[in-house]
């Protein structure tokens, strides 16, 4: 279970992706419903910490609270430079013992110097990844997505990515419910991808004109019917074919993986909100059927819709009754 988060705070570090690591996992939203991290924001010698804008941050911490936490998150700072190898030696332990390790930006650059990223996939800003393919020949630099996950360690590419990629890991640990509290009060997206494999996530552009955003907000409206590419062209006054080309250029995929999807995300959340069947479920979000549900889930997830149920759903998460209290006194 995903509770103690360590930010480490390196010279030189870039303020926003900073920022977005202490957003995401530092503010209690509780009252709101959402999830409460042990958040602890340490440096390998505590005190000032210089950022690129020129001003620093002090740090009070030293790096006992990260040698614990279940997550260690880096951000983006000098690309170059190794960091100090106490930190390094934190984030090589970190991976060792199984622990999330989070990246945000140029931050992978830390990562590559730790030598975690050695026989693994993984994505930085675009500007860099040149760079990092050359530093790191043993990675397999990705520079086109919003973040990978290669085991337990994640690279966000740069700037607002990271937010996709923290969300990401509270996605896997907490459930969606937790991850769309959480986007809700930083007022972004609940989820940007493409649903590759088992939480990997890959980029699907936000619609960037009007029209295609009203029509993908009616499908999202309508997820239990059945949406064929022919009634969406007409409903956006267009060719099938032509719907389909335009459709993957301002999304990134196609209108069918793009619904698959959106179904996926709402089956996710009634699993975890509701005591619907599965079958009731499958026709709420569009697949018809518990067993083509089961099948996006394997495919997509790598899991089942019980399976995720029995992990995020609301009754795993209720307080034990005074009967269930009893019987275990």
Known sequence: MLQT??????????PFEFGVICEVFGIDRSEQGGPTFDFHVVAADPGPVSTKLGFHIVVDEGLDAARTADLVAVPASLIDSPPDERVLEVIRDAAARGAWVLSVC????????????DGRRATTHWMYTDRMAELFPDTEVDPDVLFVQDG????????????DAALHIVRTELGQSAANIIARRMVVPPQRDGGQSQFIQTPVAECRSDSFARITEWMVEHLDEDLTVDLLARKALMSPRTFAR?????????????????????????LEETDFTL?????ETGFGQAAVMRHHFLKVLQTTPTAYRRLFGVRTR????????????
Do not use: Y
């Open 106 to 117: 140029s931050g992978a650059f830390t990562l590559g110097h730790a030598g975690v990223l």
């Open 152 to 163: 337990r360690i994640v690279t966000g590419a740069g700037t607002a990515a990271g937010i």
């Open 318 to 329: 209720v307080e034990p009754s005074r009967a269930d209290l009893a019987v275990a006194g």
């Open 246 to 270: 335009k459709f993957r250029a301002e999304t990134g995929t196609t209108p069918n993986a793009w619904l698959n999807r959106q179904r996926l995300l709402r089956a996710q959340q009634l």
């Open 279 to 283: 079958e009731e479920v499958a026709r």
């Open 5 to 14: 988060v360590a930010c480490i705070a390196l010279p030189q570090m870039a």
